[in-house]
T-cell receptor
Framework: AQSVTQPDIHITVSEGASLELRCNYS??????LFWYVQSPGQGLQLLLKYFSGDTLVQGIKGFEAEFKRSQSSFNLRKPSVHWSDAAEYFC??????????FGTGTRLKVLA | EAQVTQNPRYLITVTGKKLTVTCSQN?????MSWYRQDPGLGLRQIYYSMNVEVTDKGDVPEGYKVSRKEKRNFPLILESPSPNQTSLYFC?????????????FGPGTRLTVL
């Protein structure tokens, strides 16, 4: 069965430090992968997505993600975190039957 | 402004009292979907719709109904709410079939069932 795993429930980083949020997926075919961000009290907003082609994907707000088929991973990165990046981050995969499967989320805290 | 709207934003109700949460999008999107968000469980898809009059079950459809009579609207109906349906609900839409498209989310509806 398709699934998405985000192993880190909470992550704390200092402002200006680099960030990597992990995402592993289980899917039999070519996955359609997404990262969304949810700011406190808000809906979700797309950061970036991967369908095919270049495995390093650039998104909004300075985020990027790298698709690694051999590791079934789609980790999100940012070189220098800003206090405004504090939010919850969700990885998702689009499945073959028009369903979306989301991970359980990683809550990011940024220390000043 | 392109957006997905949900009403109400907050609702407290009692077990068994039928309720409807409305969802409307003004982007002429084909695909619409409902999710519930619970701590530690992330977002789980309840129902989705590929087009008018075409709906299908997501991963957690029990206790919910939907309808898609117009392209812009996709209401979520709880005919006999129970406390385990207390959750944060999101409606989303996307231009095409959803699997490969960006989803645009509404602001959420926080439902409490006593």
């Amino acid at each position: 069965a398709q699934s998405v795993t985000q192993p880190d429930i909470h992550i704390t980083v200092s402002e200006g430090a680099s960030l990597e949020l992990r995402c592993n997926y289980s899917y039999g075919a070519t996955p359609y992968l997404f990262w969304y961000v949810q700011s406190p009290g808000q809906g979700l907003q797309l950061l970036l997505k991967y369908f095919s082609g270049d495995t390093l994907v650039q998104g909004i707000k300075g985020f990027e993600a790298e698709f690694k088929r051999s590791q079934s991973s789609f980790n999100l990165r940012k070189p220098s975190v800003h206090w405004s990046d504090a939010a919850e981050y969700f990885c998702a995969v689009g499945s073959g039957t028009y369903k979306y499967i989301f991970g359980t989320g990683t809550r990011l805290k940024v220390l000043a | 402004e392109a957006q997905v709207t949900q009403n109400p934003r907050y609702l407290i109700t009692v077990t068994g009292k039928k309720l409807t949460v409305t969802c409307s999008q003004n982007m002429n999107h084909e695909y619409m979907s409902w999710y519930r968000q619970d701590p530690g469980l992330g977002l789980r898809q309840i129902y989705y719709s590929m087009n008018v009059e075409v709906t299908d079950k997501g991963d957690v459809p029990e206790g919910y109904k939907v309808s898609r009579k117009e392209k812009r609207n996709f209401p979520l109906i709880l005919e006999s709410p129970s406390p385990n349906q207390t959750s944060l609900y999101f409606c989303a839409s996307s231009p095409d079939r959803g699997r490969t498209d960006t989803q645009y989310f509404g602001p959420g509806t926080r439902l409490t069932v006593l």
